[in-house]
Structures are given as structure tokens and as C-alpha cells.
């Protein structure tokens, strides 16, 4: 029998509706998937490919607000209490309402840890302590671009967890896991910190090569693709999606 690889799983709330991104999540869960990342539609995520920069757009375009991403939140974690839910957002959009307002709602929610990746961990505006003033975790974000010194500063500060974004530009191009990506991640767990990794990761093969180095494997622009390919159909939409997350989660 396969080994089973931890999944963290990328969601856009509300995408391509409500009823078929909660049927999207199911279909994750049903899959395999450890962690729901659930990302809050932002009109201009810098570090997001084509597939989910479209995603959220369709999304906005029906008025979509924060309040809503949030209920949307909420109805997952009420059906799975859980299963951990990561939010995943942009800095603006937590900072206009306040940090501290922004964390208690997604702590009210089940949100169990924020995921900022343009909030520096060393200039986090308040985030790290905020999140733990409403018992969730603040999860920065490593990339292969940062110096080293710096990154040796990220993995010595403490952080239960580190995201490792595993090369730098945007998701959901594809990524090879190479020697270099190994080191990556061991300089980013070097100081205790558990480590996410991910960034294009879309087969078995590549979560297979990762999953013993990290804490969990993370994927999202190939879940994104198969949603837009099957949003016609939520029963399709459902199979594909699970399939996906279990070849992610089943391959050794």
C-alpha cells in the first residue's frame, strides 16, 4: 500500500460559486487532504499564477466581499471541525479593517492559521501576535530568494510553522524538485520550525519526491485547473478533483 503524503490543499473561496468551491472542498477532504488553504479573492495577488489570479476575478465580479469568504469559512469548518483551515490573503486586505478585528472574525470562523506572503515575519504590522492573542498561528512564507542571513533569521525565530515557497515567481508553473530544492528546505527548518512546502506542485511524482522532507506537500493552481475545467458539472467536478488529491496524496 502507498504511503500516505500530508496535503495542503488551495482553495479560493467562493470559486466558481459557493455550492461548487464547498463541493471542491469536499472532494479535497474526500481525496486526502490534511489542511484546507483558503484564499480570500484579492483583485491583485502578486504572488498567484494565471489559474488562480483568474479565479479570483470571476469571483470579485460578483461582488464578492471579505464578510462572504468568511462564511464560506465557516460553513466548512462546521462540517469539518477538523480539519485545519490555513487563510491565505494579501496584506491589505487584513490591514484595512485592523489586524486584530481581522484575526478575531477568522478566528470565530475556525480559521486555525493566517497565511500572509507579502507581511515580512520580521515587519508583520502585528499579525504574529494577533494570531496568537485568538489561538491560531501566524505561517510566513520562505522563498528561495531570501539571503541567507535572513532566512537563517525566519528559521531561528520560533514560527511552529514555515511555508516554503519552493522558487521564486508565481504559483502554477511547474517545479522540479532538485538537490537545491532538499537544501531549501532543510535551511528553512534548520531552526526547529515545521515546514509546508510547495509552488507548482501538480503530480504524484513531485509529492512523492517532497513528502519525506516536509511537514505536508502543498498544491493549489492544480486543483484551481480542474476546477475550471469541470465547473459545468458538480458531479465531475467532484471525481476530478478527488482524483487529483489522491494521486497527490498516494504516491510513493
Given at each position: ?23 471542491a ?12 488553504e ?12 494565471p ?34 483551515i ?71 525565530a ?24 532538499l537544501?531549501f ?27 519525506h522532507s ?9 486543483f ?29
Amino acid at each position: 500500500m502507498n504511503e500516505k503524503i500530508k496535503l495542503m490543499s488551495h482553495l479560493v473561496a467562493g470559486y466558481p460559486t459557493d455550492e461548487y468551491a464547498l463541493t471542491a472542498a469536499r472532494a479535497l477532504i474526500a481525496g486526502g487532504a490534511d489542511i484546507l488553504e483558503i484564499q480570500l479573492p484579492f483583485s491583485d495577488p502578486s504572488a498567484d499564477g494565471p489559474a488562480i489570479q483568474g479565479a479570483c476575478t470571476q469571483v470579485l465580479s460578483r461582488g464578492y466581499k471579505t464578510a462572504d469568504g468568511l462564511k464560506f469559512i465557516e460553513t466548512i469548518h462546521k462540517e469539518f471541525p477538523d480539519i485545519p483551515i490555513y487563510l491565505m490573503s494579501y496584506a491589505s486586505l487584513i490591514y484595512t479593517p485592523g489586524i486584530e478585528t481581522f484575526c478575531k472574525k477568522a478566528a470565530q470562523v475556525g480559521v486555525k492559521g493566517m497565511i500572509i506572503p507579502d507581511l515580512p515575519f520580521d515587519n508583520d504590522e502585528g499579525l504574529t501576535k494577533a494570531c496568537q492573542a485568538n489561538g491560531m498561528i501566524n505561517i510566513p512564507v520562505a522563498a528561495p530568494s531570501m539571503s541567507r542571513e535572513r532566512l537563517e533569521k525566519m528559521a531561528k525565530a520560533g514560527f511552529p510553522y514555515i511555508y516554503a515557497a519552493l522558487r521564486t515567481g508565481i504559483t502554477g508553473q511547474d517545479t522540479q524538485i532538485d538537490q537545491a530544492t532538499l537544501d531549501f528546505i532543510k535551511a528553512v527548518g534548520q531552526g526547529g520550525s515545521k515546514v509546508y512546502g510547495g509552488f507548482g506542485i501538480s503530480n504524484g511524482q513531485q509529492s512523492a519526491a517532497l513528502g519525506h522532507s516536509v511537514e505536508a506537500v502543498v498544491a493549489g493552481s492544480v486543483f484551481v485547473r480542474t476546477i475550471t475545467q469541470n465547473q459545468d458539472d458538480k458531479d465531475k467536478l467532484f471525481q476530478a478533483v478527488e482524483a487529483k488529491a489522491r494521486e497527490i496524496t498516494h504516491s510513493n
